[in-house]
């Protein structure tokens, strides 16, 4: 690293912070849901002991992702998808915080939209990356992929919802007393996944018809800073290996988005 640079020297220092966090984070939901799994094991409620374990492990199949395939996702994006596991499956599903919480379901499917969006552009971002491919697609186009991608899985979702409660007789889709069905509780997720979706989709195009850089690392930017500052002040005591670890965001500088 050139010691001259201090905006390298900058970044360095934010992306291994972040990385710590990250780690924290992850180290700390794990050991929760680890608690749960082993109280669940010695009750003998076996069903709701597997969905803890398929939860801590879809909380870390981002990093898992990104480290097993190159992906390069940002440690923040990382650290928003786990978090979103963790309370939409979690506490949402396995807690009832949907039930108890009148505004945990469109909390929860506002930030789908959101995330998804995001990972629309990074789909975009790592195609452009890719020396093997030759693209060279418009705003317009870039954010009309990231919208329909984020409804689309939204939808998808839905169905999955559907399956589950007609198959194992769940009740993932929730019903109401003006509606037993549960078809008003989709159709709002989906509604409100569609307005998260357009508005991340709208800023990308904006950020990118006015050549803003990395618009994913500032809308990331606070939450990530707040989040490694607090919890890389409160987990000296994880193994130092873990402490250490860093992860490599996407400099601002590399993006491709918008080219002609």
């Not at 934010?14 to 849901?33: D, E, Y």
């Not at 078809?183 to 998260?196: E, N, P």
Request: proline fraction near 3%; include cysteine.
């Amino acid at each position: 690293m050139d010691s001259s640079d201090p905006g390298k020297h900058s970044e360095t220092i934010t992306a291994a912070s972040v990385g710590r966090a990250l780690w924290h984070l992850l180290f700390l939901l794990q050991a929760i849901m680890a608690a749960e799994l082993v109280a669940l094991l010695i009750e003998r409620q076996f069903l709701d002991g597997v969905l803890v374990f398929v939860i801590m492990g879809a909380t870390i199949s981002p990093v898992v992702l990104s480290r097993r395939f190159s992906m390069g996702i940002p440690a923040g994006l990382q650290m928003l998808a786990a978090a979103f596991v963790f309370a939409a499956f979690f506490l949402g599903e396995l807690h009832g915080y949907y039930v108890r919480i009148w505004w945990w379901d469109i909390a929860l499917h506002a930030g789908s939209g959101l995330l998804l969006g995001i990972v629309g552009f990074l789909l975009v971002h790592a195609l452009n990356e890719d020396a093997r491919v030759e693209l060279s697609m418009h705003p317009r186009f870039i954010a009309l992929f990231a919208f329909t991608f984020a409804v689309a899985c939204g939808a998808l979702w839905e169905i999955f919802e559907f399956a589950m409660d007609q198959s194992f007789g769940m009740r993932m889709q929730k019903p109401s007393e003006s509606d037993p069905s549960g078809l008003t509780d989709t159709m709002w997720d989906i509604i409100v996944d569609t307005i998260g979706a357009a508005a991340i989709s709208l800023y990308g195009w904006r950020a990118m018809v006015r050549r803003e850089p990395s618009f994913i690392d500032r809308l990331i930017g606070k939450f990530t800073t707040a989040a490694a500052r607090t919890l890389n002040g409160t987990a000296g005591w994880l193994p130092k290996q873990m402490r250490e670890q860093s992860f490599r965001l996407v400099p601002a500088h590399d993006t491709k988005f918008g080219r002609s």
